[in-house]
C-alpha cells in the first residue's frame, strides 16, 4: 500500500547551524501533514503541521516545506540545538480524519 | 507532558499470557487512537474510537487484540495470547475532534518473553 517514507535515516549537524530533514510521501490523496519530534522513552510530540493548500509554513525555528508536486515535505530548524535531539517523524493523513500514516524516521544528532 | 497517559509504562510478560494497557485521554478529547511501535520504526495505526464508538480498526488488529472505550472516557487495550511478536511500544493519542492535531501519551512499553 501507499506510505510515507524518509529519505534518510539519521542526520547529524554542529550546534548553531541549520537541520533540514526531508520525507517523500506517496498518497497523492493525503492533504494533511505533520511533523512529530519523538525523544527516547517518550510519545511522538507534535511540532508543527501544514494542509495541501499552502506550501510553506513556520513556526518557532521550525519551518515546513510542501512540494505537491514531487509530492516532498521537509522540515527545516533554524540554529539546531541539543535539544533538538531526536528521531522526527512525518505523518500523513486525508483531512485529518483519517488515521496518521507515519515514516521510519530520522535521527537528528546535534553535536556541540 | 500532553495529558495523555498510559498504564503501565512497562509491561514483562510471558508468552501465552494475556496484557490490558489503559489510556487516559485529555478530558473533552472525542477521538482516541491506539498505535503500536516497534524500533526504529513510526508508529503503526491500530484502532481509534470517536466517543465510545470503534470506527476503524487496522489489518494489524488481530483477533487476539480487543478495545475498548466503554464510556467515551478512558480505552483499554487487551491482547491476549501474547506472542513475541507482541513486544512493541503501544501508543495511545486522543484529539479534541476529527481533523484536530492528536496528542500522544508516553506509551506501554511491552515485552514478551
Known amino acids: 500500500g501507499e506510505s510515507v517514507g524518509l529519505h534518510l535515516p539519521t542526520l547529524s549537524v554542529q550546534e548553531g547551524d541549520n537541520s533540514i530533514i526531508n520525507c517523500a510521501y506517496s498518497?497523492?490523496?493525503?492533504?494533511?501533514f505533520i511533523w512529530y519530534k519523538q525523544e527516547s522513552g517518550k510519545g511522538p510530540q507534535f511540532i508543527i503541521d501544514?494542509?495541501?493548500?499552502?506550501d510553506k509554513r513556520q513556526g518557532q525555528r521550525v519551518t515546513v516545506l510542501l512540494n505537491k508536486t514531487v509530492k516532498h515535505l521537509s522540515l527545516q530548524i533554524a540554529a539546531t540545538q541539543p535539544g533538538d535531539s531526536a528521531v522526527y517523524f512525518c505523518a500523513e493523513s486525508h483531512s485529518g480524519n483519517t488515521p496518521l500514516v507515519f515514516g521510519k524516521g530520522t535521527r537528528l544528532s546535534v553535536i556541540a | 507532558d500532553t495529558g495523555v497517559s498510559q498504564d503501565p509504562r512497562h509491561k514483562i510478560t510471558k508468552r501465552g499470557q494475556n496484557v490490558t494497557f489503559r489510556c487516559d485521554p485529555i478530558?473533552?478529547?472525542?477521538?482516541l487512537y491506539w498505535y503500536r511501535q516497534t524500533l526504529g520504526q513510526g508508529p503503526e495505526f491500530l484502532t481509534y474510537?470517536?466517543?465510545?464508538?470503534?470506527?476503524?480498526k487496522s489489518r494489524l488488529l488481530s483477533d487476539r487484540f480487543s478495545a475498548e472505550r466503554p464510556k467515551g472516557s478512558f480505552s483499554t487495550l487487551e491482547i491476549q495470547r501474547t506472542e513475541q511478536g507482541d513486544s512493541a511500544m503501544y501508543l495511545c493519542?486522543?484529539?479534541?475532534?476529527?481533523?484536530?492535531?492528536?496528542?500522544f501519551g508516553p506509551g506501554t512499553r511491552l515485552t514478551v518473553l
Open positions: 474510537f470517536q466517543n465510545e464508538a470503534q470506527l476503524e
Open positions: 498518497n497523492s490523496a493525503s492533504d494533511y
Open positions: 493519542a486522543s484529539s479534541l475532534a476529527a481533523g484536530g492535531e492528536q496528542f
Open positions: 501544514i494542509r495541501s493548500n499552502m
Open positions: 478530558s473533552e478529547h472525542n477521538r
